[in-house]
């Protein structure tokens, strides 16, 4: 079940949607198996819907905990996925050579990385494609931002896992590192060190999928979120991939809106930026024009407001927290 909430833009008629997804049953009580005394059984099907979508980033520590991790996973990928067609269908029909031209998916770290192989998956077994149509597809849809350098951002789920769950996609993941490998093969010859330290597949007991990698090379672009962050990629975790592609890593450094953290959350620090600056407002769209309040750093009545907006707001919130 799709739950839209709008975005409105600033100082424009133009609102975004933000669609989220909550998990519910075909039928939520079973009347047959209630009346023969099977009490549990007749919610179950309810049951077993919602706790996927009922609180999300379970404990993974455990194999229930992964296993629930990844259903929420595949859960909101695909429906998202779903989606994107409908809406691309209903003007393109059939024509999936636009597809990438027209929609473009960012896998946020690799929670949603899963969502490059239900694509994959729906275009082929589906839509029809051919399997180097869809890839296409995919590798000129999707781009993948990473966050972090720690483990927790570069999951890895056991081969097992995936195949009990995602037969079908464990077969996608394998035909793509066959194909993957055999470019490294054929790239680094007689270098077997360098093709298993790349491949999808990390060998031990239990087997893993990198889901890293699989963003990566499922991916026309890879970024990272600050210049420092993004050259340790590519000095550290991602070094050899930044040689296999080159230019492929790139910065995307993250930032906040001050439309929304500014103007809207702080009202009163706003209209102070606007009446030192003879009551214009234009930095709200464009933050550069901040740079006219550099002779006010060491101006005596500007510090003044400026500090006792901040206490204000903060005896605001104590206020808030308190009641």
């Given at each position: 079940?799709?739950?839209?909430?709008?975005?409105?833009g600033?100082?424009?008629?133009?609102?975004?949607n933000?669609?989220?997804?909550?998990?519910?049953?075909?039928?939520?009580f079973?009347?047959?198996?209630?009346?023969?005394?099977?009490?549990?059984?007749?919610?179950?099907?309810?049951?077993?819907a919602?706790?996927?979508?009922?609180?999300?980033?379970?404990?993974?520590?455990?194999?229930s905990?992964?296993e629930?991790?990844?259903k929420?996973?595949?859960?909101?990928?695909?429906?998202?996925?779903?989606?994107?067609?409908?809406r691309?269908?209903?003007?393109?029909?059939?024509?999936?050579?636009?597809?990438?031209?027209?929609?473009?998916?960012?896998?946020n770290?690799?929670?949603?990385?899963?969502?490059?192989?239900e694509?994959?998956?729906?275009?082929?077994?589906?839509?029809?494609?051919?399997?180097?149509?869809?890839?296409?597809?995919?590798?000129n849809?999707?781009?993948?931002?990473n966050?972090?350098?720690?483990?927790?951002?570069l999951?890895?789920?056991?081969?097992?896992?995936?195949?009990?769950?995602?037969?079908?996609?464990l077969?996608?993941?394998?035909?793509?590192n066959?194909i993957?490998?055999?470019?490294?093969?054929?790239?680094?010859?007689?270098?077997?060190?360098?093709?298993e330290?790349m491949?999808?597949?990390?060998?031990?007991?239990p087997?893993?999928?990198?889901?890293?990698y699989?963003?990566?090379v499922?991916?026309?672009?890879v970024?990272?979120?600050?210049?420092?962050?993004?050259?340790?990629l590519?000095k550290?975790?991602?070094?050899?991939?930044?040689?296999?592609?080159?230019?492929?890593?790139?910065n995307?450094?993250?930032?906040?809106?001050?439309?929304?953290w500014?103007?809207?959350?702080?009202?009163r620090?706003?209209?102070?930026?606007?009446a030192t600056?003879?009551?214009?407002?234009?930095w709200?769209?464009?933050?550069?024009?901040?740079?006219?309040?550099?002779?006010?750093?060491?101006?005596?009545?500007?510090q003044?407001?400026?500090?006792?907006?901040?206490?204000?707001?903060?005896?605001k919130l104590?206020?808030?927290?308190?009641?």
């Open positions: 079940m799709a739950y839209d909430t709008p975005i409105p600033f100082n424009t008629y133009n609102t975004n933000l669609r989220l997804w909550r998990s519910r049953p075909r039928n939520t079973d009347f047959d198996k209630f009346n023969s005394s099977d009490y549990q059984g007749a919610i179950k099907e309810r049951q077993d919602e706790y996927i979508t009922s609180v999300l980033y379970p404990n993974d520590s455990t194999d905990g992964k629930l991790r990844l929420q996973q595949y859960f909101f990928c695909s429906a998202s996925i779903y989606d994107i067609i409908r691309y269908k209903e003007k393109h029909n059939d024509r999936f050579a636009l597809f990438a031209e027209k929609n473009k998916i960012q896998l770290d690799t929670h949603p990385a899963i969502a490059t192989i694509l994959l998956r729906i275009l082929i077994d589906e839509e029809m494609l051919s399997f180097e149509e869809a890839w296409s597809v995919v590798y849809t999707f781009s993948y931002t966050h972090t350098v720690l483990p927790e951002a999951e890895k789920w056991s081969v097992d896992l995936i195949g009990n769950l995602l037969p079908r996609h077969e996608l993941i394998y035909l793509i066959h993957y490998l055999t470019k490294l093969r054929q790239k680094y010859p007689g270098d077997s060190k360098k093709v330290r491949s999808l597949i990390e060998e031990g007991w087997k893993k999928v990198r889901m890293a699989l963003s990566i499922c991916s026309h672009t970024n990272g979120v600050a210049a420092l962050h993004s050259d340790l590519k550290t975790i991602f070094s050899e991939f930044d040689q296999l592609y080159p230019g492929k890593l790139q995307k450094t993250n930032g906040v809106t001050p439309r929304r500014i103007h809207c959350c702080n009202p620090l706003s209209e102070l930026l606007s600056m003879g009551g214009i407002d234009e709200i769209t464009s933050l550069e024009n901040l740079q006219q309040l550099v002779p006010y750093a060491t101006d005596k009545a500007f003044d407001k400026f500090i006792q907006i901040k206490r204000d707001n903060k005896e104590r206020k808030w927290v308190k009641q």
